[in-house]
């Protein structure tokens, strides 16, 4: 489990660089805990014994990678705080390595990977609905960047919660330990928003 501390390590590191706090470091590469690189291999998972509710994981973990990804891409372009596209250019660079890698389990075992958009028609728990993300689209200025860190951390909210139950449910040793990095990290991150709504200014 020595992964899943020096993600959260890594965490600290981001953290302090969000908010500018001296003090706080870690070693890492910088990018969100929670949706950071991993070592584990699809050829590595594809020969551990895996069930549904890792299939499951996989399948919903990426379109709400997806989604988290398209939020930061807004960000990126709308934000009017540095906190909150140091966040969104975080979740950016981590959140794509790990669908690339959940895709690769879904291949690995024979089973369909979600395509771009598909998230569209999804419930999932904390999946923004197509009304809030064109409501985040027409938002501007300090009214969208709370708006954004709001749903961001919904969205946290609703991995955490997927990730649990994979830790649960699942077999696949490779498919539950990036379940469980995913619970730990992204409970931090959630605790940081609720943080930083608190300092962004008033809409």
């Known amino acids: 489990m020595t992964h899943v501390y020096r993600t ?5 590191a981001l953290l302090a660089a969000v908010f500018g706090v001296a003090g706080c470091g870690g070693s890492g ?37 997806q989604q988290a990804v398209e939020m930061a891409d807004s960000a990126l372009q709308k934000a009017t705080t540095a ?18 890698l959940m895709s690769g389990w879904l291949t690995a075992w024979g089973k369909p990977v979600p395509m771009p958009g598909e998230h569209a028609g999804h419930t999932m728990t ?22 954004w860190v709001t749903m961001m951390i919904k969205h946290h909210q ?25 619970q730990a990290a992204q409970t931090t991150e959630i605790a940081t928003m609720q943080r930083l709504l608190g300092r962004l200014p008033a809409a």
Do not use: C
């Open 8 to 12: 959260i390590a890594a965490s600290a």
């Open 29 to 65: 590469s910088g990018s969100m805990p929670g949706m950071s690189h991993t070592s584990t291999s699809p050829s590595a998972s594809a020969a551990a014994t895996f069930n549904d509710a890792d299939v499951m994981f996989a399948s919903q973990m990426i379109p709400h990678h």
């Open 83 to 100: 906190p909150v596209k140091n966040l969104a250019t975080a979740i950016k660079a981590a959140q794509d390595p790990e669908i690339k």
């Open 126 to 147: 904390g999946m923004m609905s197509p009304q809030e993300m064109d409501d985040l689209s027409k938002a501007t200025g300090s009214m969208y960047d709370r708006m």
């Open 158 to 182: 609703g991995a955490v919660t997927m990730a649990k139950t994979e830790q649960s449910t699942g077999k696949d040793a490779s498919s539950m330990a990036l379940a469980k990095k995913i």
